[in-house]
């Protein structure tokens, strides 16, 4: 059992038990515990296909990453707020460039990628070949500053082993 | 807002825009059920008519082509028929209560009783689940073989062919990996899973129920399919194991049925499954739920598996 | 207060319709359609509360997952079929 | 307290309404698809959290606010997916985008340059 199944088991306990609600019915109880024994066994299942590394780590490190990330999601959303709202003192000016990518693995790889989705203003179009990610922006300045680097530096310490 | 949607259904000639607005369509009208407290059928409508029969359709897209053809004969003939239909139908409204009285003919015949018995016959918290189950019993239970038939009607139509085709190999040119949808999908489908299992289990605490269930269930399949491929969602859950559990659905079903048969109630009735009668419905609703949820499941997994691997045989690939 | 929300919520979507319509490309719809999905979930959150039955958000949640598999899918069919096409509509 | 907490979220409310207005008047005026892009996301994110906060404040510390919590995550964790699959379909598929210079010059060039590398 690889510490990504160990770590799933885990979060499937937790997401039946705060679904359900139901803390003292035994039937239910008995039921959850065969749900969760299914779902893990197709989950294994999937898992020995495409396995995926160092998953777990990453994930402890999720929520400063993600508090951080909350707080350059306001920041793009307002700047993109201003050029709905006033077209002609902010006008947009739509980019398409590549940028650096430093990540090592598929998933560090997908949280950069859905970081950048994620902030309004810049959306990651596709991989491109030699560590490389398309992404369009809405405005100049938001490319820019994508491609200063911190989110990259950010997502890829996550990474660290 | 759903009077537009339908009107702009009718305008439109691209049959895959027509989907999209289908599927904003059944959005809208589950946001009206819901409006209107009926929590269930929204449910029902969300995962239905949203989802799965967007991907039906889609998925008969494929193989039939995506534009409608020119309408041989003009469109005067069938709009008269329409409009007359409608006519015929509003005035059969006419003599129907008016929507909400209190004394509408629903209200007084079998809704006091389900809602003012229900609770000591049966005991459990959601009413739906209880009339469906309990009292409606046969017509729940018409309701699955038609699924079921369904399916034996699509097999026996298209077939699904299994992955004897040759591996394909995608250069990047081809088919581009979807490396960022892969990663989401497997961290996701297992909780789309437990999901579904949550919804099959707790139909009788809130709105959910074997239907629902199913639908997601298969919807978590579709997922992977659609990320992954085909062969790899066979390797996973091969279309030779659902067949058999498709009919096994229906037996759990049916079998409830006989046992309370042997147990000495009427067919359907739960009370004799266990001492206290409020036990028996529980558990016998519990059983029919699973019975329907593993039908609903497997049938719709492998409806898609057919019209998408019919779509492969054409050459499209999916 | 929610049903100002709902309002606000309801005329998102409305908007969201309005470019469904209007197109011009595929995509255009489609991400209409995502929004509107996406608001129908919000919508179906704060009705809960409107109505004092908060017990709604599970269907809430079957909605984001169908709407998110939903989309999916549509783009997958739109890669199939437009595989020689341009990409616009129609 | 009760005060607060009803300010609080109304302020939360009216505020993802007001973002969310922002995007869906975006998705109507901005000139390509890639750029209707953006301002969808605008309603997917800020929109969603603001609005699921306020809803959160009401709801005090219950099984709701888990529930409230799990839409959220999904729509945070969903959307991104989908609006890169759909951007990225667009490209793979070959829709333009418009592209801009950067208006330092105050130039009103509107060059639909179709620009694919």
């Known amino acids: 059992m690889s510490s990504y199944l160990r770590f799933l088991v885990a979060g499937l306990i937790g997401f039946w038990l705060l679904l359900s609600g139901y803390w003292d019915n035994p039937l239910l109880l008995t039921l959850g515990a065969f749900s969760i024994a299914l779902t893990a066994y197709l989950a294994s299942r999937i898992e020995r296909h495409y396995p995926l590394k160092s998953v777990t780590r990453m994930l402890f490190r999720l929520p400063a990453y993600g508090s951080w990330l909350l707080i350059e999601v306001i920041k793009t959303t307002l700047d993109v707020t201003k050029c709905v709202w006033m077209p002609s003192r902010y006008p947009i000016s739509p980019t398409l460039d590549v940028v650096p990518m430093t990540q090592k693995t598929r998933v560090g790889k997908t949280i950069y990628a859905n970081s950048i989705t994620l902030t309004p203003g810049t959306v990651s179009v596709r991989f491109e070949a030699g560590g490389h990610l398309l992404v369009h922006a809405l405005t100049a300045d938001s490319m820019d500053d994508l491609k200063a680097g911190v989110m990259d530096s950010r997502v890829t310490a996550m990474e660290k082993q | 807002m759903l009077a537009a949607t339908a009107l702009a259904v009718v305008r439109l000639h691209s049959l895959f825009a027509i989907v999209m607005l289908f599927g904003i369509y059944s959005l809208l009208s589950a946001c009206i059920f819901v409006v209107l407290d009926a929590v269930d059928v929204a449910f029902t409508e969300a995962a239905v008519g949203a989802g799965i029969s967007t991907m039906l359709i889609l998925g008969t897209l494929v193989i039939t082509g995506h534009h409608e053809k020119n309408p041989k004969h003009g469109p005067w003939l069938p709009l008269i028929v329409v409009i007359v239909t409608g006519a015929v139908l509003i005035w059969g409204t006419l003599d129907m209560p008016i929507f909400g009285a209190a004394d509408n003919p629903v209200h007084q015949h079998v809704a006091p009783r389900y809602i003012e018995q229900s609770p000591q016959e049966i005991g459990l918290p959601n009413m739906v689940t209880s009339v469906l189950g309990s009292y409606r019993g046969y017509d729940t239970m018409g309701e699955v073989i038609v699924v079921f038939a369904a399916l034996v009607g699509v097999l026996s139509l298209i077939g699904i062919t299994e992955g004897k085709s040759p591996k394909r190999q995608y250069t990047s040119d081809d088919k581009p990996p979807r490396p960022v949808l892969q990663v989401m999908a497997k961290l996701l489908i297992p909780y789309i899973f437990l999901f579904g299992l949550y919804v099959q289990f707790h139909g009788d605490f809130g709105p959910g129920g074997g239907f629902q269930a199913g639908v997601i269930f298969a919807s978590a399949i579709i997922l992977y399919t659609l990320t992954f491929g085909l062969d790899d969602a066979y390797e996973l859950v091969s279309p030779s194991v659902l067949r058999p559990l498709a009919a096994i659905g229906v037996l759990i079903y049916g079998g409830t049925g006989v046992v309370t048969l042997l147990l000495g109630g009427n067919f359907l009735n739960y009370s004799v499954l266990a001492d206290d009668p409020v036990h028996g419905q529980h558990y016998g609703i519990l059983a029919i739920e699973f019975g329907i949820g593993l039908t609903v499941a497997t049938v719709m997994m492998l409806i898609f598996y057919a019209f998408i691997s019919r779509g492969e045989k054409r050459g499209n690939e999916v | ?90 | 307290m009760e005060l607060i907490l009803d300010v609080l979220s109304w302020i939360l409310l009216m505020g993802g309404a007001f973002f969310g207005i922002t995007g869906a008047i975006g998705t109507l005026r901005f000139p390509d698809f890639y750029s209707r892009v953006h301002a969808g996301s605008v309603t997917d994110t800020l929109c969603a959290l603001m609005i699921i906060g306020g809803l959160i404040l009401q709801a005090g510390f219950t099984l709701v606010t888990v529930k409230l919590i799990m839409v959220l995550a999904f729509l945070w964790y969903t959307s991104p997916a989908a609006s890169h699959a759909l951007v990225r379909a667009a490209h793979h598929m070959g829709v333009p985008p418009v592209l801009l210079p950067k208006p330092d010059a105050r130039s009103k060039t509107r060059e639909g340059s179709s620009s694919k590398p």
């Open chain 3, 1 to 90: 207060m929610f049903a100002a929300t709902c309002l606000a919520l309801l005329a998102i979507m409305a908007i969201a319709l309005v470019r469904a319509f209007m197109g011009p490309s595929v995509y255009d719809r489609i991400l209409a359609v995502n929004m509107f999905g996406t608001k129908t979930v919000l919508f179906l959150a704060a009705f809960g509360f409107l109505t004092g039955r908060p017990d709604f958000l599970d269907i809430a949640l079957v909605y984001a997952l169908i709407n998110f598999i939903g989309i999916i899918a549509v783009l997958r069919f739109v890669e199939t079929v437009t595989h020689t096409g341009t990409g616009a509509d129609d």
